[in-house]
């Protein structure tokens, strides 16, 4: 990997600070040790492409409320399990007697749903463009087997105008974004067109592979270099410039846009999905509604900083030493495609190397 690295920073000019939208990316940029290799110059932020850690406290705090509501049984995907709401979590709900199930597939809880129709089963619907066709599919199943029992909780949120938030926010810089092979195998490319054009910031779509992220990062290099912006597509296997079409009729059959809170990010308008009129008897929201106390974010955790890109995880006081994956204070920690946990479990947490003239300007 030497070679590719060198070349990029031929082509680095100047001073850029670049971010991995996906959470994925954070943890293969980590692995591969791509971060350690680029020029000084060169700085990469994460963004707020885990789906885990951008769904808000309150959020979490509904479905811990929802596990304890008599005859539903909860389901989720495990990372949700560990991560901390206001004064419970769901895998403490679980180990005080709530009928809480980690699940691989939605289809999974629409088959508890068909096998003990006596028990409302309410799915979790947290994710982004990859996970809502999902889901909705289980919805048009749950509505063609004629189940009564079956809901979902929609928490799910959509990449593009989380970019457009984070190009008008004023206490980060982004230069290019390193945007989601996945959510683009949905989408396609031109949400990314459109905001390559308003804010005149690179867009390059990249696989998982390291060929695949260090040719993204050549590609914004190079937009940067040449002052162009753009948006390409570095992951042509997978990724067609028309996106993923049943994917697209499938949620939006079932969804359609609503405003939505992100951690750290805030209210985003048409950034989140929820269920069609249509559908409202599998709104869990509808068929089971929740009154939560005022939710608070952890004392102390900053993983609303980390997601916008304004705080790496090395700046975080709690970073490795009140907060660890054993022991996590925030969903950066607990989520396998957290930032943090990346960046505790492969890099150095006693050094913390910020360049100045790239930090918050």
């Known amino acids: 990997m030497s070679e590719p690295a060198t070349d990029l920073s031929l082509r680095c000019s100047r001073p850029a600070n ?3 939208v996906c959470g994925t990316h954070s943890h293969a940029l980590a692995r591969y040790g791509i971060k350690q290799l680029l020029p000084s110059g060169v700085r990469m932020l994460s963004g707020p492409g885990c789906p885990v850690c951008v769904t808000p406290t309150r959020d979490i ?4 409320a929802l596990a304890r509501h008599e005859g539903v049984t909860l389901c989720t995907f495990g990372d949700m399990m560990r991560v901390p709401g206001t004064r419970s979590s769901l895998s403490l709900e679980r180990a005080i007697g709530a009928d809480v199930r980690v699940v691989y597939s939605p289809m999974e809880a629409v088959e508890y749903a068909s ?5 409302q089963v309410v799915f979790a619907g947290v994710g982004f463009e990859t996970t809502a066709p999902m889901v909705a599919v289980s919805v048009l199943a749950a509505a063609e087997a004629g189940l009564t029992n079956y809901s979902v909780l929609s928490a799910h949120k959509t990449v593009p105008p989380a970019l457009s ?7 980060v810089r982004i230069d290019g974004f390193l945007c989601p092979g996945h959510v683009s195998a949905v989408i396609g490319m031109q949400p990314y067109e459109a905001i390559a054009a308003r804010y005149r910031v690179p867009c390059v779509v990249a696989g998982f592979e390291a ?8 590609m914004l290099l190079d937009q940067i ?4 912006a753009c948006a390409e597509n570095a992951y042509e296997r997978s990724v067609r410039p028309e996106g993923n079409l049943h994917a697209q009729t499938v949620m939006a059959e079932v ?8 951690r750290g990010l805030g209210r985003i308008p048409d950034s989140g999905l929820r269920l069609r009129s249509k559908y409202a008897c599998f709104d869990a929201s509808v068929r089971c509604p929740m009154v939560v106390e005022a939710s608070q974010d952890p004392p102390g955790c900053r993983c609303g900083e980390v997601l916008r890109g304004a705080l790496l995880p090395e700046e975080c ?17 607990v989520s396998t495609e957290g930032a943090c946990a990346a960046a505790y479990r492969y890099g150095d947490p006693t050094e913390v190397q910020v360049p100045a003239e790239a930090h918050n300007v």
Do not use: H, I, N, Y
């Not at 096998?115 to 028990?119: E, K, V, Y």
């Not at 270099?225 to 162009?228: E, F, L, S």
């Open 165 to 171: 938030a984070l190009m008008e926010a004023d206490d």
């Open 255 to 262: 969804f359609e846009p609503c405003d939505s809170e992100w």
């Open 61 to 64: 705090d509904l479905l811990v």
């Open 18 to 20: 670049l971010m991995e």
């Open 211 to 218: 060929t695949d992220l260090l040719r993204g990062l050549q």
């Open 225 to 228: 270099d040449a002052g162009k």
């Open 115 to 119: 096998a003990d129709q006596a028990r």
């Open 317 to 333: 006081p709690l970073f490795a030493s009140d907060c660890t994956p054993a022991a996590p204070v925030g969903p950066c920690m």
